[in-house]
């Protein structure tokens, strides 16, 4: 994958990183940022939109959270362990919302139930992640 | 101000949020991600950019932050506070940081003084909502 | 204001340029990016959602944009032509869809006719830039 | 993948659309949005970061158009030729710019490498994408 090429052909050896843990965050998050901006999208077009609001403007969020996420995780110069965790706990905190919410509705449309599944990795991977810090 | 405007607009009475530290947090957090981006920008063209590498690099992530907040923070339907404090707490945590490396350079670089000011506010903005909750 | 700061603090001297029209656009493109995200979320807070879904749709590809080129006209390094007109002519293209979708709901929604202004500014600002090219 | 699962899942049928050619090109924009992040950030770390400056600015700018279009080709609700468009000729102009620069660096950096790779990749998708409009 791109991503993991991306790490190996990082010019300096920063040592002491959890190369796998962090690559597997990387594409946790990029994957999950796609997936709530999709869910977003399927619960508007839903015939029971007004039922999925509170879904789709926790979609959207999670969508922002996670690609600020990956990008952060992406960068390696300068590193600051405050901030690279901030954005860890940030992004696991709003997965677990988004999870949670896709959940609530994963037996009704399959959309929700991909999404929820997406959160729980994403927020699975920050948090390993963190606990390696 | 539109953003104020547009917090006037919402549709529901959402009661007991204090809407002046709601506008001047969604305010703080647009102006600091446009002024970090270009404050990234600007270290990239100083003669010392080998030197500025870490502060362009806490630029871009407080970018990243930042934008998402000011996104999460304009959005009021299906409010969830475990949500918005996490954002806040990321964007006060990374503003901090850049800010403090900002204000290293705040003696020779007009940008990153001005990079350190958007940062503080952005920072106290986040921490004064967050004291609402 | 800060963006105009950043501009005066760049510290090379590019020439050339119309810096009063680039942080028009600046400005115009942060601001817009605002107003389509909390324009989206006071659509999805409407009983009649259902009737919006195709504006909220629109209204988050037009934050994404603005966001996009605010941040693309904030760097000066490296300054190439074809990816400036690039941005513009695809931010100016989206303003115009979505000040074209708000301005139909204008009279029924205040947030649909603020944000159908802040796109028709944005587009504007996008064109007289792109006549300066 | 999972973006080919919330294609399948997407709740109406909205016909005529190149299916494996979208979800390529979704791919495609977020791989290369996450490239161009990395590839910036390998570039800050080089020891000759101050003959890459222009490299840095151009993968930042294609990092925010390709995760702008990635987000917008996710969205299906209130399909709008014009806005698609405008999304995919400025991805495809813009991942031309930044292939062009990083193949430049490209037997010099390996990270240059793999970027221009994933940039002619997202710019033949979003070519590819728009001649099917």
Known sequence: MTHEKMLDAY?????GLDMAKLAACIAACFECGQTCTACADACLSEDMVADLTACI????????????TGNALSRRTGYDAK???????ACA????ACGDQCAEHAEMHEHC???????RRCE?????????L
Request: proline share 2%; net charge neutral.
């Open 11 to 15: 010019p300096k050896d920063l040592g």
């Open 57 to 68: 403007r926790t979609d959207l969020d999670c969508a922002d959270i996670c690609i600020a």
């Open 83 to 89: 901030v690279t965790r901030a954005f860890r706990e």
């Open 93 to 96: 905190a709003v997965c677990k």
């Open 113 to 119: 139930k991909i999404c929820a599944e997406a959160c």
């Open 124 to 132: 699975e991977a920050c948090r390993a992640l963190l606990a390696t």
